[in-house]
T-cell receptor, first 116, second 116 residues
């Protein structure tokens, strides 16, 4: 069974600083995808970044980068130059391909607070 | 980018009534849609996978007779909460698969259900 673990219920970061949100995963499927989503108080799920299991390089999207450590099964999200608007819930998610049917499983989430 | 809509955005109903939530992919066809439920301060829990033209696949512990899913077209899936009770009050989010292998998911804005 696949599993996503986010061990940080809450994180604080000073505005303009970088922050790392942890995520580990467990799967026996060699083909999978890892996602990070942001969920502000409005509830919408905002896609941030994607990393495929066969991707050789770490994914980057603007201020977001994914530190993919395949052997350790970790996919930490790094947010550089934090902004007040980054305060939200952040979910790590994994999707298995093929037999997984592309369904996505989410971690418990980390609430990020950006301080001015 | 691809857009997924949900209707209604919020609904309040009396205990014992049924509520239908619609999920539409606005500018792409989605053979697969997913329904999630999110309780306050918790993560998204996958309820079921909705397949166009066939029966939905429910996750373990989700009552298929309670949560009726109909995916009648490539752009519309509906979730009906039958005989709703206060414990069904939650945030319901759908997502639609896009891309050649339906590997990318786009999330709807969610529906807040309150059962009195």
């Amino acid at each position: 069974a696949q599993k996503i673990t986010q061990t940080q219920p809450g994180m604080f970061v000073q505005e303009k600083e970088a922050v790392t949100l942890d995520c580990t995963y467990d799967t026996s499927d060699p083909s999978y995808g890892l996602f990070w989503y942001k969920q502000p108080s409005s509830g919408e799920m905002i896609f941030l970044i994607y990393q495929g299991s066969y991707d050789q390089q770490n994914a980057t999207e603007g201020r977001y980068s994914l530190n993919f450590q395949k052997a350790r099964k970790s996919a930490n999200l790094v947010i550089s130059a934090s902004q007040l608007g980054d305060s939200a819930m952040y979910f790590c998610a994994m999707r298995e391909g093929g037999t997984g049917g592309f369904k996505t499983i989410f971690g418990a989430g980390t609430r990020l607070f950006v301080k001015a | 980018g691809a857009v997924v809509s949900q209707h209604p955005s919020r609904v309040i109903c009396k205990s014992g009534t049924s509520v239908k939530i619609e999920c539409r992919s606005l500018d792409f066809q989605a053979t697969t849609m997913f329904w999630y439920r999110q309780f306050p301060k918790q993560s998204l829990m996958l309820m079921a996978t909705s397949n166009e033209g066939s029966k939905a696949t429910y996750e373990q512990g989700v009552e298929k007779d309670k949560f009726l899913i109909n995916h009648a077209s490539l752009t519309l899936s509906t979730l009906t909460v039958t005989s709703a009770h206060p414990e069904d009050s939650s945030f319901y989010i759908c997502s639609a698969g896009a891309g050649p292998g339906q590997e990318t998911q786009y999330f709807g804005p969610g529906t807040r259900l309150l059962v009195l």
